[in-house]
T-cell receptor, first 114, second 116 residues
């Protein structure tokens, strides 16, 4: 399953499938990007980050891809599990022009069907 | 658990009340943040403290008053709030070697606030 971030705030996938959550950012000077996961009743939890000098970074079952040409960030979750159901936020940081503060996207709600 | 705790977890208050939100971090970080999370909106940064000094105040109304007595504790004092202030208030902390509030942030569970 695949989402387009702000234009499709919900994504429903079957357990075991791969999920792709997309995020478009607007600031070409952003140098650092983070994906957060927020489960119901909890605060955002860091998943994975990537710096602007990289285009791919892998973690455990997750991969973040960065395409600076089109200002697009994606989070891929392999073999999605029910415990992955949550809202996923991307955040960008412009170290020099925005005081380094994180700017968060609206979020995409991922729902995993057993 | 992320090492950042917030109390209370839920709060209902009238518009004339005064209340305070508390955040404590057990991570040895030197920067702390307050965010507001409203339904269907991105997280909004409210305040940043680094090395116990306020380094950012994002045009937040004066009815919200932060306090950072030391690097482990952060408060948000609330006074004469409006119903539109109802939201989830999240605290975060980070290690910020440059004193500018830029490190990776760890979030608490939030306080769900309802203003009647």
């Amino acid at each position: 399953g695949e989402s387009v971030g702000l234009h499709l705030p919900t994504l429903s996938v079957q357990e075991g499938d791969n999920s792709i959550i997309n995020c478009a950012y607007s600031n070409s000077a952003s140098d650092y990007f983070i994906w957060y996961k927020q489960e119901s009743g909890k605060g955002p939890q860091f998943i994975i980050d990537i710096r602007s000098n990289m285009d791919k970074r892998q973690g455990q079952r997750v991969t973040v891809l960065l395409n600076k040409t089109v200002k697009h960030l994606s989070l891929q979750i392999a073999a999605t599990q029910p415990g992955d159901s949550a809202v996923y936020f991307c955040a960008e940081r412009d170290l020099y022009n925005q005081g380094g503060k994180l700017i968060f996207g609206q979020g995409t709600e991922l729902s995993v069907k057993p | 658990e992320t090492g950042v705790t917030q109390t209370p977890r839920h709060l209902v208050m009238g518009m004339t009340n005064k209340k305070s939100l508390k955040c404590e971090q057990h991570l040895g970080h030197n920067a702390m943040y307050w965010y507001k999370q409203s339904a269907k909106k991105p997280l909004e940064l409210m305040f940043v403290y680094s090395l116990e000094e306020r380094v950012e105040n994002n045009s937040v109304p004066s009815r919200f008053s932060p306090e950072c007595p030391n690097s482990s504790h952060l408060f948000l004092h609330l006074h004469t709030l409006q119903p539109e202030d109802s939201a989830l208030y999240l605290c975060a902390s980070s290690q910020d070697p440059e004193g500018t509030g830029r490190g990776e942030q760890y979030f608490g569970p939030g306080t769900r606030l309802l203003v009647l």
